[in-house]
Every structure is written in structure tokens, then in C-alpha cells.
């Protein structure tokens, strides 16, 4: 009883941030981005065919279980704009709640600071109180990886992580990476000189982790594509390699202070092991250029936070300075990846991450934007991985607070000042 009393001031501080949103807003601000152009109209359309609603073609490109959700609870509470934020809220509540708890499960140092800082994640935090389909994804997400971590999950565990990322995914598309990546994982560790027997062994392990891509078959069937007809000219299977250089540039513009841990430190000793991964890999950098550019739907453009700051460092400091910027932050990316990989032991946990990200690096190299709202999916996995050795609570701290005002900047941007055609 004592532990749990004492756990109440810690999830209600993780309620704390949306406070002061609800009470500026109400939550009845415009509409802002995609909310009154694709989601509403969705949510609309759910509901005034209800109780069968068609999820053959409408007018969002995500998955259709968050408007069927918003539609049930619509049904019972109304569709007032700022009621439908409200469930936003809740679920991105319940999200960071579940991560916290994967936190201290996984026993990182700092388990409330690491869930705030995935909290205050510029477009976590904006979507949180908005009517998109992100929070939602992330909500069964998280939560799925509660089974999939354990060391040994036994078959009924797997069953709950696998029926949880099917919900994930039938909220985001992109949540394919959850049952692939373990489906890669399993295949990894299995004896490749005993194939066949292997396989045999693994057999209903396979057909759980399967069960979740096997579940969303029919929608793309239904779809004859990976979203509704209405998006399939804007959203297409499309290889980006673009997307193989925005990798490391993400990880070093958003977990830059790991490059300040002991083991980056002790990796950066080895300057040439980290020279020559930088040098091998910098002919992709220059490959596959990533170009910032705003213009709508635009293939290969780099778009978001990191590319707006990149920009507008260059209208500071000169073209030369933010191209500087840019390759500085690949190279920061790619040390602080390099050093968690020669960083020993790799434990089950560690693999099973791994093989995520590897896996959403392939399917999100097939996506035709190179958009940062993308990588959402693996800020959880990243924070996972790298906050697991980081003991510099005071760097945290520091990184927390500048999040903070990136996302309350980023927020304030796109409710008040950012214009929008609807």
C-alpha cells in the first residue's frame, strides 16, 4: 500500500504538462493541420453510417480503429471539437503511464525523466491534445512491448503482445514494424544448421508473432493497397534511401547528450574505428542528399523540427554553417548508434531493439516522405536502448527542458501562427 501511495505523485505528475493546454485552450482551438481536412471528416463519415461504418474508403490515410474509437465515444459524450481532444489526452496519458512502467520494468536509471522527455518529443506531446491518429498508435504500441520484452515470453504472453500490436496497427500502419521486427528477432536467433527442426520447434512462436500482419491482410485487400483508395495517389510504396542518412540525423539531434556518456566517451578513444564507420558510410550521405524543402508532398524532402532548425540556422549563420550543421548531426547519429552496438553485453531486450529499429529502417525506407512525425514509432525503442547506460541525470535534466521548449515553441506554432488552406 505504501508503494502505490507513493507512486500517485508520480503519475499525476505525468498529467501535469497537459494542464495548463486545457486550461489556455479549453481545447477548442482551430482546427490545426489534418484535423479538419482528413481526421474529422473521417470521424464524420464513421459516424453518420453508423453502426456500419465504411471502412472500404474515407478520408484519412491511417488505419481505421482511432475513428472508431472516437466515434463510439462521440456516440455517448458528443463531437464537440474539444470532447474529441479530450480522448486524445486520455489515451497519450495512459501511453506515457505504460511507459513509464516498461521503464523502471527494464530498470533504466531515470525512468520518469526518460517518459517525460518521450512526453515532451515535439509531435508525442503536440499530437497528445489533437485529433490525430499518433497517440493512439503509440498507446497499443507501448503496451505491447510490455510482453514482447520479456526475456522468455511464453506463448499466451506473445499472444496478448501480438493481438496488442494488431490493434497498434490497425491504428497506424506503420506498427507492421512491431511484428516483423520480432519476427526477425526470433528468426535471427534460430539455428540456421538445424533449420528445418528449428522452425518445427518455433512453430507456434512464428504463427503468434505472425498473427498481427496476417489480421491487417484483409484491410490492404479490402484497400487493394496499404491505405484508402482516396490516399493511394499521395501515400505508395515508393524506396527512399534518403531515409537511410535522416536515420542518424534524428538520433543526433535528439539524443545528442549520449554522445556525452561514458561509453560514447570511451568508443571516441578508438578515433580511428569511429573515423573509418564515419568514412564508409559517408559515401551514402552524399548519395542520397536530404534537401529541406515545405512543398506539399514532395518525394524525398526532408520535412519537420530538424529540418526547419537547419534551416533556419542557415539563414543565420550561411549556407556553409548549416550544411555543417547537418553533417555534424549524421555524424553525431552515427557515433552514438555505433557506440550502443560495441557497447557489451547485448542482452535479449537489447536484440529485440535492435531488431525493431533495423526493421523500421528498412518499411520506412519505402515511404516516399522522409517526414520526422514518421519516426514517433521508434522514440520509445531509442530512449530504451540509449537511456539504459546514461547515469548524467543533470544532462537530462537539461535535455528535458530544452525539449520542453521545443515542443511548447513547436505546439504554440502550429495552433497560432501557422497558416493552413482548409
Same mark, same amino acid.
Given at each position: 500500500m505504501a508503494r502505490m501511495s507513493g507512486e500517485v505523485p508520480l503519475r499525476l505528475l505525468l498529467a501535469v504538462p497537459f494542464v495548463p493546454i486545457i486550461l489556455l485552450?479549453?481545447?477548442?482551438?482551430?482546427?490545426?493541420?489534418?484535423?479538419?481536412?482528413?481526421?474529422?471528416?473521417?470521424?464524420?463519415?464513421?459516424?453518420?453510417?453508423?453502426?456500419?461504418?465504411?471502412?472500404?474508403?474515407?478520408?484519412?490515410?491511417?488505419?481505421?480503429?482511432?475513428?472508431?474509437?472516437?466515434?463510439?465515444?462521440?456516440?455517448?459524450?458528443?463531437?464537440?471539437?474539444?470532447?474529441?481532444?479530450?480522448?486524445?489526452?486520455?489515451?497519450?496519458?495512459?501511453?506515457?503511464?505504460?511507459?513509464?512502467?516498461?521503464?523502471?520494468?527494464?530498470?533504466?536509471?531515470?525512468?520518469?525523466?526518460?517518459?517525460?522527455?518521450?512526453?515532451?518529443?515535439?509531435?508525442?506531446? +503536440?499530437?497528445?491534445? *489533437? $485529433?490525430?491518429?499518433?497517440?493512439?498508435? /503509440?498507446?497499443?504500441?507501448?503496451?505491447? %512491448?510490455?510482453?514482447? #520484452?520479456?526475456?522468455?515470453?511464453?506463448?499466451?504472453?506473445?499472444?496478448?503482445?501480438s493481438l496488442l500490436a494488431t490493434l497498434a496497427i490497425y491504428c497506424r500502419q506503420y506498427y507492421l514494424v512491431l511484428p516483423a521486427g520480432m519476427l526477425f528477432f526470433e528468426l535471427w536467433r534460430t539455428n540456421w544448421r538445424s533449420f528445418v527442426p528449428a522452425?518445427?520447434?518455433? +512453430?507456434?512462436?512464428? *504463427? $503468434?508473432?505472425?498473427?498481427?500482419?496476417? /489480421?491487417?491482410?484483409?484491410?490492404?485487400? %479490402?484497400?487493394?493497397? #496499404?491505405?484508402?483508395?482516396?490516399?493511394?495517389?499521395?501515400?505508395?510504396?515508393?524506396?527512399?534511401?534518403?531515409?537511410?542518412?535522416?536515420?542518424?540525423?534524428?538520433?543526433?539531434?535528439?539524443?545528442?547528450?549520449i554522445l556525452f556518456s561514458k561509453n560514447a566517451i570511451k568508443m571516441l578513444r578508438f578515433k580511428k574505428v569511429a573515423l573509418l564507420v564515419v568514412a564508409i558510410l559517408l559515401p551514402i550521405y552524399f548519395l542520397f542528399p536530404l534537401v529541406y524543402s515545405e512543398e506539399p508532398n514532395r518525394i524525398a524532402a526532408m520535412t519537420g523540427v530538424i529540418a526547419h532548425t537547419l534551416d533556419i540556422l542557415s539563414q543565420i549563420i550561411g549556407s556553409p554553417g548549416g550544411v555543417a550543421a547537418k553533417l555534424g548531426l549524421w555524424t553525431a547519429g552515427l557515433l552514438i548508434i555505433f557506440g550502443e552496438i560495441i557497447n557489451c553485453p547485448w542482452s535479449v531486450v537489447k536484440s529485440k531493439l535492435f531488431a525493431l529499429l533495423a526493421t523500421f529502417l528498412i518499411l520506412i525506407s519505402l515511404t516516399p516522405y522522409v517526414s520526422e512525425r514518421y519516426y514517433i514509432l521508434i522514440i520509445p525503442y531509442l530512449i530504451l536502448i540509449l537511456h539504459r547506460s546514461f547515469r548524467n541525470s543533470r544532462l537530462l535534466y537539461f535535455w528535458l527542458i530544452l525539449q520542453i521548449a521545443i515542443s511548447v515553441g513547436f505546439s504554440y506554432w502550429q495552433i497560432v501562427l501557422k497558416s493552413f488552406n482548409i
Amino acid at each position: 500500500m505504501a508503494r502505490m501511495s507513493g507512486e500517485v505523485p508520480l503519475r499525476l505528475l505525468l498529467a501535469v504538462p497537459f494542464v495548463p493546454i486545457i486550461l489556455l485552450t479549453g481545447l477548442s482551438f482551430r482546427f490545426v493541420g489534418d484535423e479538419g481536412l482528413f481526421h474529422i471528416k473521417a470521424i464524420n463519415a464513421f459516424a453518420s453510417s453508423w453502426p456500419i461504418p465504411n471502412i472500404a474508403d474515407y478520408s484519412s490515410a491511417s488505419t481505421p480503429l482511432p475513428y472508431l474509437l472516437w466515434t463510439i465515444y462521440g456516440k455517448i459524450v458528443g463531437f464537440e471539437i474539444w470532447k474529441l481532444r479530450i480522448l486524445s489526452v486520455v489515451v497519450t496519458y495512459l501511453m506515457v503511464n505504460l511507459f513509464y512502467n516498461l521503464c523502471k520494468q527494464h530498470k533504466l536509471p531515470y525512468p520518469l525523466l526518460s517518459t517525460l522527455i518521450l512526453l515532451f518529443f515535439p509531435y508525442v506531446f +503536440f499530437h497528445g491534445f *489533437t $485529433i490525430y491518429t499518433v497517440s493512439f498508435g /503509440l498507446f497499443f504500441g507501448v503496451w505491447a %512491448l510490455h510482453y514482447y #520484452f520479456l526475456d522468455e515470453p511464453n506463448l499466451i504472453q506473445l499472444f496478448k503482445g501480438s493481438l496488442l500490436a494488431t490493434l497498434a496497427i490497425y491504428c497506424r500502419q506503420y506498427y507492421l514494424v512491431l511484428p516483423a521486427g520480432m519476427l526477425f528477432f526470433e528468426l535471427w536467433r534460430t539455428n540456421w544448421r538445424s533449420f528445418v527442426p528449428a522452425i518445427r520447434q518455433r +512453430f507456434w512462436r512464428l *504463427t $503468434i508473432l505472425s498473427l498481427p500482419i496476417v /489480421l491487417v491482410l484483409p484491410l490492404f485487400w %479490402l484497400w487493394q493497397g #496499404f491505405t484508402p483508395p482516396l490516399h493511394q495517389t499521395d501515400h505508395f510504396v515508393h524506396p527512399i534511401l534518403q531515409h537511410l542518412n535522416f536515420m542518424p540525423i534524428f538520433v543526433g539531434f535528439y539524443f545528442l547528450p549520449i554522445l556525452f556518456s561514458k561509453n560514447a566517451i570511451k568508443m571516441l578513444r578508438f578515433k580511428k574505428v569511429a573515423l573509418l564507420v564515419v568514412a564508409i558510410l559517408l559515401p551514402i550521405y552524399f548519395l542520397f542528399p536530404l534537401v529541406y524543402s515545405e512543398e506539399p508532398n514532395r518525394i524525398a524532402a526532408m520535412t519537420g523540427v530538424i529540418a526547419h532548425t537547419l534551416d533556419i540556422l542557415s539563414q543565420i549563420i550561411g549556407s556553409p554553417g548549416g550544411v555543417a550543421a547537418k553533417l555534424g548531426l549524421w555524424t553525431a547519429g552515427l557515433l552514438i548508434i555505433f557506440g550502443e552496438i560495441i557497447n557489451c553485453p547485448w542482452s535479449v531486450v537489447k536484440s529485440k531493439l535492435f531488431a525493431l529499429l533495423a526493421t523500421f529502417l528498412i518499411l520506412i525506407s519505402l515511404t516516399p516522405y522522409v517526414s520526422e512525425r514518421y519516426y514517433i514509432l521508434i522514440i520509445p525503442y531509442l530512449i530504451l536502448i540509449l537511456h539504459r547506460s546514461f547515469r548524467n541525470s543533470r544532462l537530462l535534466y537539461f535535455w528535458l527542458i530544452l525539449q520542453i521548449a521545443i515542443s511548447v515553441g513547436f505546439s504554440y506554432w502550429q495552433i497560432v501562427l501557422k497558416s493552413f488552406n482548409i
